[in-house]
């Protein structure tokens, strides 16, 4: 039962960030606050379960990954890479007295416009 | 002629002093983080920390020409904005704070509010689906403001149907607001 549970709270959280990057590319820290994804998962662990849920949306194919300095625009980084990038806590918040910080963005591979 | 010099120095020191209780000396604009902090319109002292965490930097015009001042810069000096300036200003803020004020104006008139309230806007990106317009708050690295997408998310329906505006960090984080 408690699966079943962890399931349907799992497959909420993915939903609420996908729904939230249909509407921009998201830093990560945003995502972290928003009522609608803490919703999904509470406010206790909300970090680890959004790195899980942002690392299966990556490996899925759903979601891409981007990392830039804050006032810049970011690159899109390699499945791989971002995946391994997901599991540092550094991400999830923001620094906003560090000058230099850098952040992570991710964005539902629907709203990217596929130029032909 | 020790006459018409005197009266010429008294008209002289009469003028200066006109000027002075007018309220707009010469201004020399200072960053205000460099100063001890600032007087306002009508003479109250701003501390130097509370004005660099106001989050507007308007263009306030000067009551008079050739002065203008620039956010903080508003420092040093005696600067009398005009009236219409700071309320524009003021009231742009204002609105911006509260989603039931912003609810049905059109994207422009959230731009044009944003502009006047000193909010740091970044066009929606080319290759985005869903095009949107950030605006942030200065002084907030970019973690706290709005976005706006004018065309609203495609192919969904309710407030993200149309156009509409959302809050992201701040005491509105997470909320939409519909726009016309």
Known sequence: ?116 | MLTVRARRLVLLLAALTALLLAGCGSIAPTPAIHGLGAQNRVGAFIPADQLLAQPTTPEIPCSRPGSTASGVQVAAGFCVATEEGLSAATNSVDVLANPSDVEGLTPQQVDDLAQNAGYEVKPGKASAANPATRYYLPGTNNSEGFRVLPEGVAGQGGVKGGAYLRYFGGPNNGIRVPLS
């Open chain 1, 1 to 116: 039962m408690a699966s079943e549970s962890h399931f349907r709270s799992g497959a909420s959280l993915r939903a609420a960030l996908l729904a939230l990057g249909l509407e921009d590319w998201i830093p990560i820290p945003e995502a972290v606050g928003n009522p609608e994804v803490l919703e999904t998962v509470g406010t206790r662990d909300a970090k680890d379960a959004i790195s899980r849920a942002l690392t299966e949306l990556v490996q899925a194919g759903a979601i891409q990954i981007y990392r830039g300095r804050w006032d810049a625009d970011p690159e899109v980084v390699s499945p791989h890479e971002a995946a391994e990038l997901l599991k540092d806590e550094q991400w999830y918040s923001f620094r906003v007295n560090d000058p230099q910080e850098e952040r992570l963005y991710f964005v539902n591979v629907e709203n990217i416009r596929h130029e032909s």
